[in-house]
């Protein structure tokens, strides 16, 4: 069974920091990209951040550039997302993704294995 989980959400004030975990089951993720979105209630779901694993190549939405980073671990079948600096706009249901379709690789509809989410809320 293919399934991503995420975990690592929580509560912070602005400025702090978390770290996200996506744990791939299923299969690898040698060779794969792999991305983070982000989803606040009646908003679309927006890309955050992606990383193929292959080479390390990533890529971040504007709006975290400097602040967040992905990272990857193949033997552990986990792709990271570091959160620092945190805001108040960065509250959302944070998800992780694999990309099936080419395209953008900060376009959520390229994605699919979608996990349960995890909520990351920031007060200000």
């Known amino acids: 069974q293919v399934q991503l989980v995420e975990s690592g959400g929580g509560s912070v004030q602005a400025g702090g920091s978390l770290r996200l975990s996506c744990a791939a089951s299923g299969y690898t993720i040698n060779n794969k990209r792999l991305g983070w979105f982000r989803q606040a209630p009646g908003k679309e779901r927006e890309g955050v951040a992606s990383?193929?694993?292959?080479?390390?190549?990533?890529d971040y939405a504007d709006s975290v550039k400097g602040r967040f980073t992905i990272s990857q671990d193949n033997a552990k079948k986990t792709v990271y997302l570091q959160m620092n600096s945190l805001k108040p706009e960065d509250t959302a249901t944070y998800y992780c993704g694999r990309m099936v379709l080419a395209g953008s690789p900060l376009d959520a509809t390229k994605f699919r294995d979608w996990g349960q989410g995890t909520q990351v809320t920031v007060s200000s």
């Open positions: 990383i193929y694993t292959g080479g390390g190549i990533t």
